[in-house]
């Protein structure tokens, strides 16, 4: 009896095991593509280098390319620390490597072979496929964060080409082509070492060395010659005065520094031994007597750029000051480079936008100079940085290309007519903040909105059917006038060959351009993804596609910057819209499209970078167009939520924004809108990362003298004395369609659904695990789950001998969350099931839930975690993992239930749980993204769509992607290939069957009775 | 004020911890291995391989010889992995003493102390191409008929059918034939009777409907009449 109980269960597990796997649900393989797209990025362009022909020496480098650039590359290194090179012509991004987790101190091409330098590692790339060559580390010893320079030495006379790379201890001088190593010395850093800061330069005889210790506020030079290690001149020079070299830049012969009131010091590298200033008289031969904003370095010879608030100068700075400074003045926002002779000065007006010209000239004739007038669409915002290249073209005459970064960090190139080769949108590798917006639906029944007389919502239907009707007219106008451009579109693949497909923001104002295909589907699959970057530009993406369908960036309140004195206009150059502390730049929909006749709202919180102060804009989320200024706020906030319901009682339907400041003041944002009828009062909470405090507040709102008035009071703090890492709290606007679970003994089990709850990871030294022989101590990890309405802690637990990185995520009445297990040396996946209890009180007279926990070992490692979201909450949850590796794998939740038990019983059974199995099942076909590995995942956003089977997926990062995720496989819509003509044809088959067969019979029949 | 003692204490001893990790002069350390590329890998495949110690912390690119390095590695345990988009390798554990002697051992995750030895220098062997994507079912004739139930059904009738149409043949020679094939089986008694079984499950304990319905039945049952009368 007992073997065939156990035989019954064995079977009834591989069923159930059988049926889960089979529950994962795969892409087929003609799916490529057609639900998901992926759009790859490599960051914004901290170093670019240009292609050249191999074996070319520094005086055939001013004949460069030769040919044309079919064939051309780019070469970039980026704030992703990613290195890429990217087709000059096509723009495509022909290999892409990810580098450690640390700058990249440079980049360079030496002898036919790509350098860089980073995290105290020099590598060489052959420059076609991106193979590495060789790699060698400058220096043995480990450091927390290495600095390092590299530069690359070209004798034009014996072709010895020799690489250094340097950090702040080490110098190696090495052969590009073979990697042997030709000589190395040690700097000597000082004393700060792992703080220590390194900057080299190419001077004719060799190489100069500077290193500069901060905390000593000392700096070393060092000049090599080519043939040893030995230096022949160093030098210590105090300067006490400087923050970092980034204040300097170094040339051939001079160092120029930026001290902290803003003039230039000089040091000579060949002989000084202190930093002169620069006279005042000379100073004012300049032009501009400062203060300065930055240094340069322009293209070698001690050529130096020193960009003020109100201009620019380029100046040759000699340290000896025996020439003096032959300086040209340029208008501010200029930016000047040379190539070889040929002279590339930029000019461009206001903040973006505006006219943007390219003058190239040169002393030798066999350059004909040549101004172009270049095209930006204002929501890039001004040029930042310029890397031209020239090159012979097949007839001997030169050509140039440029190619420039804006300050949203898109790539731009441009040939020598003006006319843009390509534009790369990288400002989409850095998007903070996602929100999707349901596209304007074609449906009548949502023209009408509630609350109005038989007459008026008669008016309103009329009206709005009139609208709709132009609409799918102007619709129908524009496909048949745009069918052309629309193809070329889809060949795009998202190369952008040129800025025309998208419509660029300021052609946006011409309302239905943009959003005239956007218009909802049957399922409501296809929907607006509204995202804003970590440079202050918004932009929304076609879901259906990747297509950037508007882009804004967002503006500079002008009103309070004009109120300001000229010295802070001064400064308004250099301010800019970033994200609030800790990184964020929340969006809010205030409206949705459902109130058809009055438009869509959404609203972006970031900051004023000079100031801090925390900005408001608002711009229409389907078409980008901005409603009203961007405003600056007076003081800082504490916390901003929307309010949950619109108010119907105005008929503008916005949910207002409730801004909390930190003098406990709160305000509405729109100041005129009308609370929602019936709101009493708010509960909102803070978390302040630095004090390790969360704090809960409650706004009410409260009659005074017949005016409502809205006050915030403190309602509780809770210290938790350990750094926050991650918090999480559950969507809002989750559903959750079943309240609780039945057991195999039909009994329920009632799900403890607080809507408050917010966990929270926290990270502390663990005192209870015996420290390692070897290795730092240990760690430890406490999660809390906190009602935010009352600050009481309704569940805590503490991993010891555990560290982060830490992902976590709630829903329902789950929580999982992945960390690192120091002691097993292995990731696991945790998860909690909150149950209501059986009516136990704690002693402020709530109820307490039975928690329920299991760990699995998780067998990869994992940087982010999601959740799947569907419309009623029907359909079962799925985990999303972003593993490191690049894939991102959907978990069935079935999979991480603390119930899963350890010996089966039929009751389990029933209950359809799994035994617990301590790892958990990783599996190749539940990878969503395919082979397009995704690294450096920053943040991963669920949408549900109108199929209750259906979520949206977005993951951002260094790259986009999109798809679909069906948990529980796709129920409510028939397959994609569902055979519709073997149904047909069956269904018709049967029908004429039974028809003939009908006649048959009858016929038989009637011969049977002749006969 | 016991609050705050708490939080210097706490401070302090953050700090110490920082400092003590800045003391001892660590040198880093090099991995090496090499990877074997699949036959069928395209010309990528190399530029497309990284190899990841420490959940990315490390990294290692292959060069034109299929070998790599992980360089400034501390002293510790790793787990190394090589990744591709499109195949899978087996990840390994990679012990590096701090006197810089390293070992390789296969993952074993639910059993971490449990020592297999693994060759070092690394050597990663695909596993084969990483299977993303289902199969998709189509409809094929043949898979339908050889399904076991169509099986099941369709011989039996098969048989039903097609067989007394074989044997109900007029022709007298074939009949003679088949009376003496039928006592040539007759003459076996303990052969077991196709026909009789079949009569009984069909005819036997049915009733008189069964009989009279279908004219197929009546010609199954036809040669076990005629075997009983001879």
């Known amino acids: ?1011 | 004020s016991e609050m705050t003692s708490k939080c210097i204490s706490l401070k302090a001893l953050t700090a110490l911890a920082a400092f003590a990790c800045l003391l001892p002069v660590s040198r880093g350390h090099t991995i090496e291995g090499v990877i074997e590329q699949p036959m069928d890998a395209d010309a990528d495949f190399l530029a497309k391989t990284r190899i990841t110690v420490d959940s990315g912390n490390y990294l290692g690119f292959i060069r034109a010889n299929r070998t790599f390095i992980v360089q400034h590695v501390p002293s510790g345990s790793f787990v190394v992995e090589a990744i591709h988009p499109n195949y899978l390798f087996e990840p390994m554990r990679v012990d590096v003493a701090s006197s810089g002697k390293i070992r390789a051992r296969k993952l074993n995750f639910l059993q971490p102390a449990l020592v297999k030895k693994l060759t070092y220098p690394l050597r990663f062997v695909s596993l084969g191409r990483a299977a993303y994507f289902q199969q998709r079912e189509q409809l094929r004739t043949l898979d339908l008929l050889m399904n076991p139930s169509v099986l099941i059904m369709v011989v039996p009738m098969l048989i039903l059918l097609v067989m007394p149409k074989l044997m109900n043949t007029q022709d007298p020679e074939v009949r003679k034939e088949m009376q003496q094939q039928m006592n040539f089986f007759s003459n076996k008694q303990n052969m077991p009777d196709v026909a009789e079984t079949l009569s009984n499950w069909f005819g036997g304990g049915g009733s008189s409907g069964s009989r009279r319905s279908g004219s197929a039945l009546k010609d199954a049952k036809r040669p076990g009449v005629k075997k009983r009368a001879a």
């Open chain 1, 1 to 1011: 009896m007992g073997i065939n109980k156990n035989k019954f269960s064995f079977c009834m597990l591989i069923f159930l095991l059988f049926l889960q796997m089979y529950s994962v649900l795969a892409l087929y393989e003609d799916e490529i593509g057609k639900h998901d797209w992926t759009r790859p990025f490599v960051g914004r362009v901290q170093h670019l280098e240009f292609d050249l022909p191999a074996g070319t020496t520094t005086k055939q480098r001013s004949q460069q390319l030769q040919g044309g650039s079919s064939s051309r590359r780019l070469f970039v290194a980026t704030d992703h620390n990613v290195l890429a090179a990217i087709g000059l012509k096509s723009s495509r991004i022909i290999w892409r490597h990810f580098l450690e987790d640390a700058p990249v101190n440079g980049i360079k091409l030496c002898d036919g072979a790509l350098f860089s330098m980073s995290n105290g590692l020099l590598r060489s790339w052959s420059t076609s496929r991106g193979i590495l060559n060789y790699e060698i580390s400058v220096q043995e010893q480990l450091e927390a964060k290495f600095a390092g320079s590299l530069a690359c030495h070209e004798d034009p006379d014996d072709d010895r080409s020799l690489v250094f790379a340097s950090t702040a201890r080490r110098l190696v001088a090495v052969a590009p082509l073979t990697g042997a190593l030709e000589w190395a010395a040690n700097l000597d850093a000082g004393s700060g070492e792992n703080h220590s800061e390194v900057t080299s330069f190419p001077n004719p005889d060799g190489l100069t060395v500077v290193t500069f210790d901060p905390t000593a506020g000392k700096m070393r030079l060092h000049r090599f010659g080519t043939e040893s290690g030995v230096a022949k001149r160093t030098a210590t020079v105090k300067a006490e005065w400087l923050t970092s070299l980034q204040r300097c830049a170094i040339s051939v012969s001079t160092l120029a520094c930026l001290d902290p009131a803003g003039s230039i010091r000089l040091l000579s590298l060949s002989s000084g031994s202190d930093f002169k200033p620069l006279p005042p008289s000379l100073a004012e031969q300049l032009g501009h007597a400062g203060p300065w904003q930055s240094v340069e370095e322009i293209g070698g010879q001690d050529l130096f750029q020193l960009t003020s608030n109100s201009g620019a100068v380029v100046a040759m700075l000699d340290a000896s000051l025996a020439t003096g400074p032959t300086g040209e003045s340029l208008p501010a926002g200029s930016l000047l480079r040379y190539r070889g002779q040929v002279r590339f000065l930029l000019r461009q007006q206001g903040d973006g936008g505006g006219g943007v010209t390219l003058e190239a000239s040169s002393s030798s004739s066999l350059v004909a100079s040549n101004k172009i007038s270049l095209s930006f669409a204002s929501h890039h915002g001004r040029v930042s940085q310029l890397y031209p290249v020239t090159f012979v073209r097949k007839g001997g005459s030169y050509g140039y290309r440029v190619v420039m970064a804006t300050r949203d960090a898109d790539l731009h190139a441009f040939d020598d007519t003006g006319e843009r080769q390509w534009m790369r949108e990288e400002s989409l590798a850095g998007i903070v903040s996602v929100e999707a917006v349901d596209l304007p639906s074609a449906d009548e029944d949502e023209l009408v909105t509630p609350g109005g007389s038989v007459f008026s919502s008669f008016a309103q239907r009329l009206s709005g059917q009139v609208h709709h009707f132009i609409h799918v007219l102007q619709h129908l106008m524009l496909c048949w006038g745009a069918r052309p451009a629309s193809q070329a579109d889809s060949l795009g693949e998202f190369g952008y060959p040129d800025e025309a497909p998208a419509p660029p923001a300021s052609a946006a104002s011409s309302s239905g351009s943009g959003a005239g295909s956007l218009i909802r589907d049957e399922f409501n699959l296809h929907k607006l993804l509204v995202v804003a970057t970590k440079d202050g530009k918004l932009a929304a993406l076609d879901s259906a596609t990747g297509r950037s369908v508007w882009r804004l960036m967002i503006p500079m309140p002008a009103a309070a910057a004009a109120a300001e004195g000229t010295a802070a206009k001064s400064a308004r150059t250099e301010a800019r819209i970033e994200p609030l502390a800790g990184g964020q730049m929340p969006l809010y929909i205030q409206r949705t499209t459902a109130h058809f006749p009055l438009e869509p709202m959404a609203t972006v919180l970031c900051r004023d970078s000079s100031t801090g102060r925390p900005v408001l804009f608002s711009f229409n989320p389907i078409t980008g167009i901005g409603i009203g200024l961007a405003q600056r706020l007076q003081s800082r906030l504490l916390q901003a939520l929307l309010v949950p319901q619109p108010s119907h009682d105005d008929g503008q339907y916005i949910r207002p924004l409730m801004l909390l400041s930190d003098t406990l003041q709160v305000t509405l944002y729109p100041a005129k809108t009308a609370l929602p009828h019936g709101f009493k009062s708010l509960n909102l909470y803070t978390i302040d990362r630095d004090n390790r405090l969360l704090q809960g507040y409650r706004l009410r709102l409260t009659e005074q003298q017949q005016q409502q008035q809205m006050s915030a009071i403190s309602t509780w703090r809770l210290a938790l004395h350990e750094p926050i890492l991650v918090t999480a709290a559950r969507r809002p606007t989750e559903q959750v369609h079943s309240v609780g679970r039945v057991l195999g003994n039909r009994h329920v089990l009632y799900k403890y659904l607080n809507p408050n709850l917010l966990a929270v990871a926290t990270l502390a030294k663990d005192m209870v695990t015996p420290a390692p022989q070897i290795g730092d101590a240990f760690t430890q990890i406490t999660i809390w789950l906190i009602d935010t309405v009352s600050g009481r802690v309704v569940a805590s637990a503490t991993h010891h001998h555990s560290s982060g990185p830490v992902s976590l995520v709630h829903s329902e009445h789950w929580l999982v969350y992945s960390l690192w297990n120091q002691k097993q040396r292995r990731f696991q996946l945790s998860v909690w099931e909150l149950f209501a209890g059986n009516g136990l009180r704690d002693c402020m007279n709530a109820t307490q839930p039975i928690v329920g926990k299991q760990s699995y070992i998780l067998p990869a490692p994992v940087q982010h975690l999601a959740v799947s979201q569907t419309e009623r909450g029907i359909t079962a949850k799925s985990v999303l993992l972003a593993l490191r590796s690049g894939g991102i794998m959907e978990l069935n939740k079935a999979f991480l239930d603390p119930r899963r038990p350890f010996d089966m019983t039929p009751e389990f059974q029933e209950e359809g749980l799994m035994p617990y199995h301590p790892e958990v099942p990783m599996s190749t076909q539940a990878i969503v993204n395919y082979n397009q590995s995704l690294h450096r995942v920053e943040g991963m956003v669920t949408v549900p769509t109108g199929l209750e089977s259906t979520s949206l997926l977005f993951v951002h990062g260094t790259d986009l992607f999109c798809t679909r995720v069906q948990p529980s496989k796709m129920f409510d819509v028939l397959k994609a290939d569902f055979d519709y003509a073997f149904i047909a044809a069956v269904t018709i088959g049967m029908i004429i069957g039974s028809f003939v067969t009908q006649r048959l019979a009858a016929r038989k029949a009637l011969f049977r009775l002749w006969s």
